[in-house]
């Protein structure tokens, strides 16, 4: 996906407000994940990233946004779809990891945790090889 295309930040903001409805969170008190990709939206020329999209015949109903950050790493910093989708996560995450291992990286971080504990969960349910350190900076 080309994230300089029209609108295809409006359609992933799209996908991430409703994937906040099916999860029944309040959309008028923005999450803090739902604030990263507010910021990243804002930022988003300031970084190198890789934008993929999971496509049902002509409509996207899925994305996955990832940064390059080193010689072969890649970090995940969103994937989000229509969740009614049955297996699209499983899905999405086997095709990417495929196209990220064509393009010469051997390992994801495969999206901040925002200390969001369903999300730590997930994550250590895919069996990492390692886990890295979080640090925080504060100027």
């Known amino acids: 996906v080309d994230l300089n295309e029209k609108n295809v930040w409006r359609t992933f903001e799209i996908i ?26 804002k930022y988003h020329t300031h970084h190198k990233l890789l934008a993929y999209g ?6 996207i109903v899925g994305f ?5 950050c080193g010689a072969n790493w890649t970090m995940g910093y969103f994937l989000k779809a229509e969740i009614n989708h049955k297996g699209i996560y499983e ?3 086997n095709k990417i990891a ?7 990286f051997t390992h994801q971080n495969a ?4 200390g969001i504990d369903n999300l730590r969960f997930s994550k250590n349910s895919w069996h990492p090889t ?9 100027l």
């Open 130 to 138: 390692a886990v890295l350190k979080k640090y925080t900076v504060a």
């Open 111 to 114: 999206e901040y945790d925002l």
């Open 98 to 104: 495929g196209i990220l291992v064509d393009q010469g």
């Open 91 to 93: 899905f999405m995450r």
């Open 64 to 68: 996955s946004i990832e940064g390059s």
């Open 54 to 59: 999971m496509y049902l015949k002509d409509e």
């Open 16 to 41: 991430f407000e409703g994937w906040l409805k099916e999860k029944n969170i309040d959309t008028t008190h923005p999450t803090d994940e739902y604030l990263a990709f507010r910021r990243l939206i």
